[in-house]
Antibody, heavy 121, light 110 residues
């Protein structure tokens, strides 16, 4: 069974940093691109970032470009999101999602349960 | 990266059909077959319902169908059931090599 489990969320002050992790199991991790999608309280889904299966290509939403970095360790079947210079508007549930192919233009089919990030003083 | 446009809410009675629209541009919905739809119940993760405009993943009821015309995609749910009540989001790949979601539509089954 394909499973994605996010961790690393929590309360952080504005300007602070946090690193999210997503542990994957049940599929050949390196064969699939992966994405991060967030949802602010009471709001809709917002795509944040994606990375190819090899890790060689990365893409970001304009709202996080220059502040967030997506990466992966295929030997550990783990996806990461390093979040720096956090702002109140980054407060959200962050979901990890598996794309259906090795590159990021494949749609997202399996999602984790999410981890909550709260940016507040 | 503007969000795709969806109606905020739709409603229907059990057994009826409803359609949710998703409007974009030629740089996203109109330019690619990579339109997907997700269902989200409160407090739960999104669930894929339609991919590549009109395809259903294994296990999704055939009461769910998708289509596209120009820059607008649509999700139709026929034979509405109480468990269909949820939020629905469309998503499209874009010419910037990014993904964009719609603002979401709350479906109420009366």
């Amino acid at each position: 069974e394909v499973q994605l489990v996010e961790s690393g969320g929590g309360l952080v002050q504005p300007g602070g940093s946090l690193r999210l992790s997503c542990a994957a199991s049940g599929f050949t991790f390196s064969s699939y691109a992966m994405s991060w999608v967030r949802q602010a309280p009471g709001k809709g889904l917002e795509w944040v970032s994606a990375i190819s299966g090899s890790g060689g290509s990365t893409y970001y939403a304009d709202s996080v470009k220059g502040r967030f970095t997506i990466s992966r360790d295929n030997s550990k079947n783990t996806l990461y999101l390093q979040m720096n210079s956090l702002r109140a508007e980054d407060t959200a549930v962050y979901y990890c999602a598996k794309n259906t192919g090795p590159v990021t233009d494949y749609y997202m089919d399996v999602w984790g349960k999410g981890t909550t990030v709260t940016v507040s003083s | 990266q503007s969000a795709l446009t969806q109606p905020a809410s739709v409603s229907g009675s059990p057994g009826q059909s409803i359609t949710i629209s998703c409007s974009g541009t030629s740089s996203d919905v109109g330019g690619y077959k990579y339109v997907s739809w997700y269902q989200q119940h409160p407090g739960k993760a999104p669930k894929l319902m339609i991919y590549d405009v009109l395809n259903r993943p294994s296990g999704v009821s055939n009461r769910f169908s998708g289509s596209k015309s120009g820059n607008t995609a649509s999700l139709t749910i026929s034979g509405l059931q109480a468990e269909d009540e949820a939020d629905y989001y469309c998503s499209s790949y874009t010419s910037s090599s990014t993904w964009v979601f719609g603002g979401g539509t709350k479906l109420t089954v009366l």
